[in-house]
């Protein structure tokens, strides 16, 4: 595809000037590109309002819709998190290691920039502004590619965030968007190797699958969020109680919100009644065990597939379990490897719960909502991995550069 293939190129010599840049530079970038979002809110709202638009008349979920909304808010919420990312240290030049071989030759392992990045992401426009300024930041140009549900707020936000970044200095094309939004664009996208260093999926699993079976070019893969929240026998009741309703009802339509509850048999009696009522104050519905239903008649019963659903929505799943290693062989069959909590005052058994669940981000007596870049003081962030190569959780400046080996010398040669 002739326009995919153009823009490779641009981004490509891009890379290479970006990549060299001052963190001055970048960084009066990023400042101008939250200066011209604030500046341009109105123009951002009436492209945001046709998705919403056409959203609600295609029957879009509420979940999504949430997802796809944009208000003054959100704008000044893209805004402050590019100038976040500016006043995070760079990482590029960074030395990792460095050491002196009997030979004299001298080795330093430093942080340089991936190159290009491809982002396919679903709904969510904040991952315009938000890619954008953390590939900016870690001197790599970005081609996004955005769903046709988001394609108006897309289009507004790159134009607004690269014409500030080309006026702050940046090389053109640093910051592109696929104008396309067809199957055959995003296959197109995931086979540009030439041009493309790696690929980012952003979405629903169906999303995240398809890139990472049909993709050419490297993938760093960000999983779909089947979190759970295990209560201890040992667990304090009433913080189990907030915890589980911020985990599940805060905004329950985000990767790190709590879908499957797990609840020790010892404390089921007495915990399951008052948070199954609090949920459903907040419209939650339930689906539960064999167990759970005869403590809660009224909840509908669980499936198989109901342990490994992302529901996105005021659903929750509800398992009684005989104890901790039951609870941990649970999450680690049917989790998503993404986000996992566990609210107990044994000591021990937390220590062995955050050894053995194997996710990408395991908390003791939190809501696993923290999930997030910004909640982890890393600033924006590009996704959350749940594969172990390269990057884990919440992936911000330092995952999206590699490293390369920097040798000096003077004179010598092998023998």
């Given at each position: 595809m002739q326009i995919l293939e153009e823009m490779g190129k641009k981004a490509k010599q891009a890379a290479l000037e970006l990549g060299v840049l001052t963190t001055q530079v970048k960084n009066r970038a990023l400042e101008e590109m939250a200066g011209a979002l604030l500046s341009r809110e109105k123009d951002i709202l009436e492209a945001n309002r046709l998705d919403l638009q056409a959203g609600r008349e295609s029957g879009m979920s509420a979940a999504l819709i949430d997802r796809l909304t944009l208000d003054s808010k959100r704008v000044a919420e893209m805004?402050?998190?590019l100038r976040e990312v500016a006043a995070l240290p760079d990482p590029v030049g960074e030395i990792v290691a460095g050491w002196r071989l009997p030979n004299g030759l001298e080795i330093q392992k430093i942080r340089v920039p991936l190159g290009v990045v491809g982002i396919i992401y679903e709904a969510r426009p904040n991952v315009t502004v938000d890619a954008a300024g953390?590939?900016?930041?870690?001197?790599n140009a970005v081609i996004l590619r955005g769903s046709s549900s988001a394609i108006n707020s897309n289009r507004i936000l790159t134009e607004i965030i690269a014409g500030a970044a080309e006026r702050a200095g940046l090389p053109a094309g640093c910051i592109q968007l696929v104008p396309l939004t067809d199957r055959e664009s995003a296959r197109e996208l995931m086979r540009l190797r030439e041009y493309l260093d790696v690929l980012i999926p952003r979405g629903g699993a169906g999303l995240i699958r398809t890139v990472v079976e049909e993709s050419t070019v490297p993938v760093i893969e960000t999983g779909v969020g089947n979190c759970h929240t295990y209560v201890d026998?040992?667990?304090?009741?009433?913080?189990a109680l907030e915890i589980v309703i911020?985990?599940?009802c805060q905004r329950p339509g985000v990767c790190n919100a709590m879908e499957t509850m797990l609840v020790h048999a010892e404390v089921a009696e007495e915990f399951l009644p008052r948070a199954a009522q609090a949920l459903r104050e907040r419209g939650v519905t339930l689906r539960g065990c064999a167990r759970t239903r005869e403590i809660i008649p009224d909840a509908e019963e669980a499936t198989e597939e109901d342990w490994y659903e992302e529901y996105l929505d005021l659903i929750l799943a509800v398992k009684v379990v005989e104890d901790l290693e039951e609870a941990i062989r649970h999450i680690n069959k049917y989790g998503s490897k993404h986000s996992e909590a566990i609210v107990t005052r044994d000591y021990r058994a937390a220590r062995r719960f955050v050894s053995l669940v194997d996710s990408a981000d395991v908390y003791v007596n939190a809501s696993t909502r923290f999930t997030d870049g910004g909640q982890f003081g890393l600033g924006a962030e590009i996704g959350i991995s749940t594969q172990k190569l390269h990057a884990?959780?919440?992936?911000?400046?330092?995952?999206?550069?590699?490293t390369k080996f920097i040798i000096y010398g003077d004179g010598q040669v092998r023998s």
């Open positions: 805004a402050q998190g953390l590939c900016v930041k870690s001197g026998a040992t667990a304090d009741l009433d913080m911020n985990a599940k884990r959780g919440p992936m911000s400046l330092r995952e999206l550069t590699s």
